[in-house]
């Protein structure tokens, strides 16, 4: 069968180019917000990506601008002519979500939360579905069912690690799921080589490697200033990394035969 | 500090005794469940279990019997004066739950959504909650956390095997989890070898492992026709062989000075 | 098929009793090892175990006592009437082992030596082989098929841990193995809760569990100084601490119809 | 520092140039490893790889054609110019390795086979040291720390894949080992694509992804009948296939500064 191929306004996702996403961890303010993403529209990116609420594992850690925070992004969006994607973290948002994002994303702690997922079946908004952090390839197209049973086929998957034994980096990135899901299903498979690796440094092998086995679009982490970041600052890139990075994106895709 | 004690109708959770919670995997008739919960109190369980809403990998597996099952898990639990635990998979059924069940279960895949968790703390009803099958044992005591942090201190941990690279058994019992837990924090600990092994015959000598360990109480999934069970036959006990490994497990509480 | 009983000297391994394996990680002279065999032979240990060839991740840390170290243990064993194991780590240490050992045991990162497996199945000596601790259970009992395909078929299977994602204990003591590869095999089966948590305040608790899983045997850490040990002091008891041990296994032992 | 390089013959490793080797997992016959050498390096490989010594899971497995495979091995590296690398499984054959292969591979069994390393640090071969499938990086440095403190600096870092839940690949090749080990070390890194995925349609794109990641070589399977070879048909590439990789390989290199 066909690829699936993802329309959001101008963007499609799953065809021959390859869609970056880019953008803070955290939404922390609409001054923050705007200046990132006018830099990384201006290198590139063709998706705005932004966290408004935060799982985070202690209760005690910020836990995002929520309402607030999807207010800014679709304000951002709008004024740069971005798509937005930001994480639902429970279906009570749902209305929320659907009036202020375009992409709506399903974190690894919530692949298998199949309530939500049932319900964004009946909705017509795209769904970036992130593999959870200990789920086979199985399990994910498994859960990508639960969306498209309720009619909903636009589903975009995502890996972005797995857990291991190694310690080295916060996941392991498991790069074989692009070929496994490209060989599985006609869904498009992003990369998200930030939370994989767990620091700055090691995006751009990862997102290199990713575009290299297949990927048809990645999710990075871009903040004016990292170190007082409110989440994820260390693995973050500064919009001038994300630059350099950009370039060499270029590179590698075009020697896969894509663009970016 | 001392020891956190759950009491729930007449019995303790986290004392001398261990409480064993016994009962189909899926709640499937209201004469399944009564048949059922009559056998296993005989036997000495104290606690029925039995799920209602079902959390399945895939979404054309048989979902539960939803809000019908809780109502027949409350009559059933108040005919046998059995306390009733039964899982709860989204938010938006607390209400219901607060209703019929007696402990509110957040399943493995449920460990971290905070979102549910926080409301959980906000109720007065005992959680138990499930270890996710990737998640760290601090991981596990941050969610506890979300919960006591909105005030309701009611947690009871459990323990129900993580992946491994292991294809013997469906997931690895991580016994070491009960002395870590016991160590780290007052709360009770439960273990779930049911779920563990996932087979019937593996049920007896986890569930021996896991009281000689230290476990204050123990899931063990009971069906009067484990050949015809709607989930989980293969890992469900029949009333005669819960007899048999209750028999076993009085004589291990009794060698580590506690009694079921 | 019938149960394998492996015999060493007056020991029995496979049979009603639980054979408990006592000593020290490292032999650090004649005198640490002698005080040490008196006190766990006092208690009630049928073996003594002790390391002379220590696999040691770094190559900067201690590596055994070597020769010497085997040459301690044959005679404090003989002194005491205690059998002894001890780990061989290259084929070239065979007939050294032969002469001064009574069970030659592979390590976890030997299992799939099969140069080693080989030409233990050409001698005559108990095996005790460890499961290494990334390997199934079924990888296991392939290795033991090395030794017995060469006609030895004294080979003791041993349980000391998984790597997974859980850094709370060393390893994941996967007590499932016991009842698995039971099922499996007619092999004695052996757990060494020593090494699998690489904590003393961990190995009763780990202990107890095995046996009541259903293990044959298992090896344990002593030393007389653990702060002042070459190697493993974290994880291993005190002659004091191994007696109340024991006293425990008696009685968990006993409730699962077999004696220590 | 500056990072180490590694020359054999007129090939150097660890410089700008990405080095190949490719050749069957299995010395099968003279003429076999002849027409993949002659294919192999018409199409750009710089080593020749094969298996003479072959460590099986199984006993009842072929277990290689030994010292008549390393024969076979230098003739035709000899006849056509290429060095070549092979498997040693145990100490005692290291005489015999030092006079037929120009790369002596440890295998990811043997990696922390301590004793083969020290000898391995005697010598002057330069070492092809694989990841154990379960090892971490740092404990992959502590065993290549024990090639290099014997005094042998020639030491080439190879990742394979690890152990980890999923099982859609015969182990997850972790992609993260590449720039991690680069900056933890000033050592050549390999990645072998073939073992890591188990199957032919993988490799490209892990080979791919491990190149953009900035590997400095790579391993990989080519058989002339993949169908009959007797050891891991399944992931081996014909010569024409290997051919197609080769081209986009080029490609791939050229995008990261490189070159094939």
Redo the contacts between chains.
């Keep these: 069968p066909e690829d699936t191929l993802v329309s959001v306004g101008d963007v499609t996702i799953g065809a021959q180019p390859i869609v970056i996403a880019a953008g803070p961890c955290s939404v922390e303010s609409n001054e923050q917000l705007g200046a990132i993403a006018k830099a990384v529209k201006a290198t590139g990116a063709r998706v705005l990506r932004g966290g408004a609420f935060k ?6 850690s910020f836990q995002g601008l929520k309402t607030e925070g999807l207010v800014y992004l679709k304000e951002v969006a709008q004024e740069h002519g971005l798509p937005v994607v930001s994480e639902i ?4 948002y749902l209305e929320t979500f659907a009036e202020h994002v375009d992409i709506i994303q399903v974190g690894a ?2 692949m ?5 997922l ?1 319900e964004l079946g009946r909705t017509d908004k795209p769904v970036l579905l992130k593999r ?3 789920n ?4 994910l197209l ?1 859960s990508a ?2 969306v498209m ?1 309720g009619g909903n086929g636009r589903v975009i998957l995502c890996e972005r690690g ?8 916060r996941n ?5 799921a ?3 899901l490209k ?2 299903t006609h869904l498009p498979v992003f990369v998200d080589p930030s939370h ?2 767990g620091a700055a ?2 995006v751009d ?2 997102a ?7 990927a048809d679009g990645l999710l990075i982490e871009v903040h004016n200033d990292p170190a007082g970041a409110l989440s994820d600052g260390q693995q973050s890139l500064t919009p001038g990394r994300f630059a350099d990075l950009f370039a ?1 994106l270029k ?2 895709a ?3 035969g894509r663009s970016v």
Excluded: C, H
């Excluded at 973290?89 to 009570?92: A, E, G, M, N, Q």
């Excluded at 290199?208 to 297949?214: I, N, S, Y």
């Design positions: 799982p985070r594992t202690s209760p005690y973290t429970d279906l009570s702690r919530s298998q939360n199949f309530e939500l049932k959870g952090f200990a086979t390839l199985s399990e498994m069912e639960y049973s797995i857990r291991t034994f190694e310690t080295a980096t392991t990135l498991d790069v074989s692009v070929p496994v060989r599985m994989a690796g440094w090691l092998p990862l290199l490697a990713a575009v290299a086995a297949g060499k590179a590698v075009a020697a896969v």
